[in-house]
């Protein structure tokens, strides 16, 4: 009994002192900050593009001082911090924490906005850009809730001065979502799926018309329907290519 006693003493005093080894490396001043000279820290932190320093004073705000009289400012510039620290899981989380919180809120449009933003940033890869890869094939569920927040702005608030800028990024993201389901046809013909390439190439057609993938999802279903036999389909295909893209090699042929 005396051991025992003696083991659970020592795993007591462990706990005690990484407890106080955790508290000594807090922030004594942070803590004993008021909300506003916090805030002000904050801000400073975040003019001079340190926003990791700036995310643990609005942190540090938003746990102490949930109903102090910056709460909603707070919450607003930990989205964009989060956003800037290339952070797109924390960014949704306060983004979805805030529209909750706050549906009506005269700066909703912009929170909006930042989820598009936001999910744009999880769709992209830095080190593939930096190497010029191209990875259109990837999985585009972030580039299509980014679409989606973008044009719940724009209907939602088609005056609010973000949306001309959401509605030049949703172009951009039509063309991302039109070049993977390319990608996606052209894998079906690998596999002499015709019928599931021509059916991917007609989504194209039909949900990005006049993106640049347009001409060759048009490729892609006079090759499948002259596979499939389907001679009037082609046929129908390769008038609307010649009046679209009259130069394309395959109106030639005809």
Not at 32 to 53: D, I, W
Not at 54 to 79: M, N, W, Y
Not at 84 to 95: Q, T, V
Not at 232 to 244: C, D, F, G, I, P
Request: hydrophobic share 40%; proline share 4%.
């Amino acid at each position: 009994m005396h051991k025992i006693a003696k083991s659970v003493a020592v795993v007591l005093i462990s706990l005690a002192v990484t407890a106080c080894s955790s508290k000594q490396g807090e922030d004594p001043a942070m803590i004993k900050s008021s909300p506003e000279v916090l805030y002000s820290q904050a801000r400073t932190s975040m003019e001079l593009g340190n926003y990791s320093k700036a995310v643990r004073s609005l942190e540090a705000l938003d746990s102490r001082f949930p109903f102090g009289p910056h709460k909603t400012q707070v919450q607003l510039d930990l989205i964009f911090a989060y956003y800037k620290l290339d952070d797109p899981a924390s960014g949704i989380a306060n983004i979805d924490r805030f529209i909750r919180l706050n549906p009506t809120h005269k700066d909703i449009d912009y929170v909006y906005y930042m989820r598009g933003l936001v999910n744009m940033q999880s769709d992209r890869y830095l080190f593939h850009d930096m190497l010029n890869i191209d990875r259109s094939d990837r999985d585009p569920k972030a580039a299509q809730d980014a679409f989606k927040d973008f044009d719940r702005l724009v209907k939602a608030y088609p005056n609010s001065k973000y949306a001309a800028d959401a509605q030049k990024r949703m172009q951009h993201l039509k063309n991302r979502l039109a070049l993977y389901s390319i990608k996606v046809a052209e894998y079906y013909i690998k596999m002499n799926a015709w019928s599931a390439a021509a059916i991917r190439a007609q989504l194209v057609m039909e949900g990005f018309p006049g993106t640049p993938s347009t001409e060759r999802a048009l490729e892609i279903m006079s090759q499948a329907y002259g596979e499939l036999g389907q001679d009037k389909l082609k046929e129908h295909t390769l008038m609307v290519m010649q009046a679209n893209f009259p130069d394309n090699k395959l109106v030639a042929q005809r």
